[in-house]
């Protein structure tokens, strides 16, 4: 078997597990059989463990393959649920940092429908009869050049949101080989989930967990 990349566990107890999901790694099992996240850390659980069979951990939510961040799993069913119901309620509450190009307001909210074309996984803007209500707030932190470090809050969480509605703005992200038709080939793109919040399924208590934007250009930039 391949070596599994080591994954930094930033919370575990028994019914969370938090972690940093590294760059252009999938969130779960694709077309293209790279080893995924959640089979990593299946792996860690059951070494750790030392579980004999199928090791449960649920899927609650989801980022990009080349997108890093902070993201939540669920060790337990009950838990899972109970984080799904919080996904589905607003109650999860995802920050993102992204570098993105061109002239842009300090800040906003912006509002539109999108629809996924499933086939070529790619979303874009359309009506509101054809697409589904996407929302998300921006403050902008600080601009170098023609780059400008942005803050995001989603209010809805749609495939490939924060990506098209910027793009659709001519701000697309750095980097972004789907939806920013200058990116240079093989960049990586510059978006990643820094802070999440939600509630424990079992305490109730908020817990919030952020973490360091990555050490690497073009966030780089903006220290």
């Known amino acids: ?8 566990i930033i919370y575990e107890d028994n019914h969370l ?10 969130v779960c099992e694709d077309i293209t059989n790279d080893i995924d996240l959640l089979t990593i850390l299946k792996n860690y659980l059951k070494e750790k463990y ?30 899972a649920s109970r984080l799904s119901n919080q996904v589905r309620e607003n109650k999860l509450k995802k920050t993102y940092y992204a570098v993105v190009e061109n002239k842009i307001d300090k800040k906003g909210t912006l509002k539109d429908y999108l629809i996924k074309d499933n086939k070529t996984n790619i979303s874009k803007t359309t009506t509101k009869e054809k697409g589904k209500l ?5 403050e902008l932190i600080k601009t170098v050049g023609n780059l400008n470090l942005v ?7 749609r495939s490939h949101q924060i990506r098209v509605q910027f793009s659709s703005r ?14 240079k080939p093989n960049t990586q793109i510059a978006l990643f989930a820094k802070k999440l919040s939600f509630y424990h399924p079992t305490t109730n208590e908020l817990l919030t ?15």
């Open 17 to 26: 597990l938090v972690v940093e999901k590294p760059i252009n790694i999938p």
């Open 134 to 138: 996407s929302i998300l707030d921006y």
């Open 50 to 79: 030392n579980k004999p069979g199928n090791v449960y951990l649920g899927l609650v939510h989801r980022l990009d393959r080349p997108v890093g961040g902070v993201m939540v799993f669920a060790k337990t069913s009950k838990a």
């Open 151 to 157: 803050k995001i809050n989603l209010q809805t969480g």
């Open 209 to 223: 967990f952020e973490i360091n934007l990555p050490k690497r250009y073009p966030f780089t930039l903006f220290k």
């Open 1 to 8: 078997m391949e070596k599994l990349p080591k994954i930094n």
């Open 170 to 183: 001519n701000n697309p992200l750095y980097g972004d080989q789907k939806y920013n038709k200058n990116a």
